[in-house]
């Protein structure tokens, strides 16, 4: 093999499971040649709660999407989510220097240096800085403004940023395998870049990734992340719900949720009842069809309302003109995608990978592990570029390697 | 101007990972780059030691090449199956004092060698620091012949079997003297020195084979002719006393040289013995042989010898049933 190929692994630690991709990145074009699943334990709403255990279904993940890949993983790419992720917006602004008001790059470097400076409370670590596009004289400029002539520059960037344990957590994992974290991505940032169309994202388009124990969400507009947001409300909380509602063992109500779940109340008679298992054993009962719609209906208006109230003033659906794209695991709830054109006013679709996505790999639990490789590798975001794999000594050992 | 406040990256979280914290995978995953660290660490030492060791050859030969440098002075060294010595190849290749062996041109020094005549074949050999051999093949000398350059006193040259006329050096003068004088030859020249002579090649046949085979009469001879090889096809030997013998350059020079040793036998058997005068074995079983004339009066006191019929001044014999 090729010194210039890259191995990547893109892992996304979820409440449910841990997902490994791993792509062949040669510099120009990415190939996925292997793939790991594992169930996750130890994870709770998207933090590490149990070292131990999400270690060894993480490690247990990677060590499957090598075997699959059968090449050894140089670097991940690692997807973050968890309630403790926050972001704000912040703007700067300057007078261009030049006498002849062409704006050159010290101008922008300054500009951009602005707006990124902002100290953040103890512990909070940034995770993204994401610019907004700039504004000369009040015009928007959606690439670099150099060479254009203008008095005023400003530049806008959504800061995301995290709680410093959380984050450290989350990359000893991987670094307990022994592998580099090259990239930390936003979950939202990695699935929305997958499930969204650039059209779609330059008109304005919101993504939300409904997974089990979080729900992540990303406002694009003018073609950029415009807001990003997690909440801690996922899949597992319409299973709690149905759990305690029916009295049912957690995973009585999965299976429940999963068979006769709906997000907007269809069934009319409360006559209607399912059985749970429906092999007439011993042990199966039966419940109304109505009441488990009527749970995790609820359920999932609420949590599309929190996240609408999450977006504040962001959100309007004129600014919105390509709607919502819902995916994740929970997004495959029946009606979910009615319920959430109701609660937003927008039309709503379920995400879709693109075309050219192998058929194996387009469910909607793929979407966070594909993104993170193909946003990390872009450079759609300050500083999520590769950085450039040097060293002689580094070459040399990968020659061995590959050998 | 005011420094930015700076806000912490999460790439400002240490990635050292302790091993205790590493999982078996993790683990695996250490030992695997510490072998393959391990590995780039000795090829580059090989690597290093490598070009460590080229240096060192390379000064070595660089200190050979100094070596070089000494002048080659008395470390000449002739190699010859001749005669020639080490004196006469310092005086032939006329080295300077100084000079060293990556000062000389071969092609030159064996140009000067083979320019003598005397050296076939030359190879100069360069053995550092300071030898010099030349390995030489010489070539051997069958005859002899008298050249007279201008007004100087004529100078004595040695003939090879391929023809080559050339001074000849360090020879034992007893050994030149045996060697029988050419004559009716034309020398013509060629560069500083002569063209080789024509037809050589049978004459040195001839007396390689009297020398052979019929040594006694080998050395009487004293002077081949070849004034009418060309011509005639004849080769003509002269001996010390006067006896003119005519060979068949074409014919089988071991049968004439029989025939010869058998006539000058059954001449000298006779009663009283005959001198001959001339032989002629050219023309086959035919001999003509010349005697010389009988001598006019014996000796006062000697006993008179029976009369015999007087010898014709030429006869021939047939030799077809006496062979």
Known sequence: MSSNHTFIGAVDIGTAKVTVLVGEYTGRELAIIGRGECPSHGVIKGSIADYKAASDCAHSALEQAERDAGERIDCVFLAQSGAHLEGFYNEAAVNVKAADNMIDRNDIRMVCDLAKAKELPAGRMV????????????????????????????????????????????????????????????????????????????????????????????????????????????????????????????????????????????????????????????????????????????????????????????????????????????????????????????????????????????????????????????????????????????NVTRLFASS | MVPLPQSRSWRDIPQQVKPRALSAEGRRRFTV????????????????????EVRAALERDSKSGEGAALPIGDHVVAVTNGVLDKAWLVRTLGLPRNATLMDIDPARLQ???????????????????????????????????????????????????????????????????????????????????FAPLAGMASVAELLAQAKLEAAPLYQTWRVVSLARLESDGEIEIRTEAGLRVTFGAHDNFFAQLARLDYLLDLAARRDPPVAVRSIDLALGAQVPVTAAAAPAAAAPGARTAPAAPPLAPAFSFHLSREL
């Open chain 2, 111 to 193: 140009a000067l060698v083979l320019a003598s005549g005397q050296v076939a074949t030359a190879a100069i050999v360069r053995n550092f620091p300071r030898e010099l051999a030349v390995h030489m093949a010489e070539r051997s000398p069958v005859a002899r012949v008298l050249v007279q350059k201008g007004t100087a006193a004529p100078q004595t040259y040695l003939v090879a079997t391929d023809g080559v006329v050339f001074a000849g050096s360090c020879y034992d003068p007893e050994m030149v003297k045996t060697l029988p004088w050419l004559d009716g030859v034309k020398l013509s020249r060629q560069g500083a020195g």
């Open chain 1, 127 to 394: 995770v993204h800085h994401i610019r907004r596009p700039f504004r000369v004289d009040g015009r928007l400029v959606p690439g670099s403004p150099e060479n254009l002539v203008g008095q005023r520059l400003e530049v806008g960037y959504w800061t995301v940023h995290g709680q410093e344990q959380r984050l450290a957590d989350t990359i000893h994992v991987i670094r307990g395998c022994n592998l580099e974290v090259r990239e930390l991505v936003l979950s939202s940032l990695a699935s929305g870049h997958m499930v969204t169309t650039p059209e779609e994202r330059q008109n304005g388009v919101l993504a939300i990734d409904i997974g089990a124990g979080t729900t992540d969400f990303v406002l694009y507009r003018d073609g950029v992340p415009h807001t990003t947001g997690v909440v801690p409300i996922g899949g597992t909380h319409l299973t709690n719900d149905l759990s305690i509602g029916l009295r049912l063992t957690v995973g009585q109500a999965e299976k429940l949720k999963l068979r006769f779940g709906r997000a907007l109340v269809k069934a009319r008679d409360k006559a209607d009842k399912v059985w749970l298992d429906g092999n007439y054993a011993i042990g199966d009962r039966q419940f109304p069809r109505l009441a488990i719609e009527q749970i995790t209906a609820a359920r999932s208006w609420e949590l599309l309302e929190v996240v609408r109230k999450k977006l504040g003033h962001s959100f309007s659906p004129e600014t919105c003109a390509s709607g919502v794209v819902l995916t994740g695991g929970t997004a495959k709830l029946p009606a979910l995608a009615e319920c959430a054109a109701k609660v937003f006013d927008l039309p709503v679709h379920l995400g879709e990978a693109p075309g050219w996505v192998a058929e194996n790999l387009r469910e909607p639990g793929y979407h966070t592990a594909l993104g993170l490789l193909y946003y990390g590798i872009s450079a759609h975001v300050e500083g999520a570029t590769p950085r450039r794999r040097g060293g002689f000594l580094r």
């Open chain 2, 33 to 52: 780059r510490g072998l393959r660290l391990l590995c780039g660490l000795v090829t580059i030492g090989a690597a290093v030691w490598g070009a460590w």
